[in-house]
């Protein structure tokens, strides 16, 4: 299994539409799990940081699965300014600093 | 809001050249990184820094690649003699301690000629 997996899409959805990515890893002993967005060509931008609790930011809610170690991020009412690439990104092993591993990222195309 | 530069955004060189990459990390960081992105290709890990010296490297982190923190402000990649496939978007990182998201620059996009 590669250590962070994502179905590179396009999802191709109409505005206003709900769409949730799913991410896979494979490194157990992973601390943290975040969600970056990244633009054509510019740098990654942190989304939100995924708690095995869940966490919700407005229209963004994150999940995090240990057992079946997979992280997941759902859209709600998307926006034409959501239209981006997602990362899902896993972090270190406790201790040190956080050395993060990036899926290949999902593709959103919001439509009118 | 505190932000990670990085300089210069587009840099041109010849294969074979010396270039530097540099970057100011947010303040009251500790750990420093690079990453870089070939176009189409994922954000790939190079190097992490803490304290003065590498923390951990990729096996893309070579001979070739370099850091340094010269100044206690400035964090800076160094790659001595450069190849086409160097050409990439080169993205400076920092993150302050633990689990801790990194927070990226705007990147220099490096092309080698």
């Known amino acids: 299994r590669k250590e962070v997996e994502q179905d590179p899409g396009p999802f191709n959805v109409p505005e206003g539409a709900t769409v949730a990515f799913n991410c896979t890893y494979s490194?157990?002993?992973?601390?943290?799990f975040f969600w970056y967005r990244q633009d054509c060509r510019k740098e990654p931008k942190l989304l939100m940081s995924?708690?095995?609790s869940g966490n919700e930011d407005g229209r963004f809610t994150a999940q995090l699965n240990r057992a079946s170690q997979y992280i997941s991020l759902l859209i709600r009412d998307s926006k034409l300014s959501d239209s981006a690439t997602y990362l899902c990104a896993r972090g270190g092993i406790a201790g040190g600093g956080n050395k993060l591993t990036f899926g290949t990222g999902t593709q959103l195309k919001v439509e009118l | 809001e505190p932000e990670v530069t990085q300089t210069p955004s587009h840099q041109v060189t010849q294969m074979g050249q010396e270039v530097i990459l540099r970057c100011v990390p947010i303040?009251?960081?500790?750990?420093f990184y690079w990453y870089r992105q070939i176009l189409g290709q994922k954000v790939e890990f190079l190097v992490s820094f803490y304290n003065n010296e590498i923390s951990e490297k990729s096996e893309i982190f070579d001979d070739q690649f370099s850091v340094e923190r010269p100044d206690g402000s400035n964090f800076t990649l160094k790659i001595r003699s450069t190849k086409l496939e160097d050409s990439a978007m080169y993205f400076c990182?920092?993150?302050?301690?633990?689990?801790?998201?990194?927070?990226f620059g705007n990147g220099t996009r490096l092309t080698v000629t």
């Open positions: 990182a920092s993150s302050s301690i633990g689990d801790s998201p990194l927070h």
């Open positions: 995924v708690y095995s």
């Open positions: 303040s009251n960081h500790l750990y």
């Open positions: 490194n157990s002993a992973s601390q943290s």
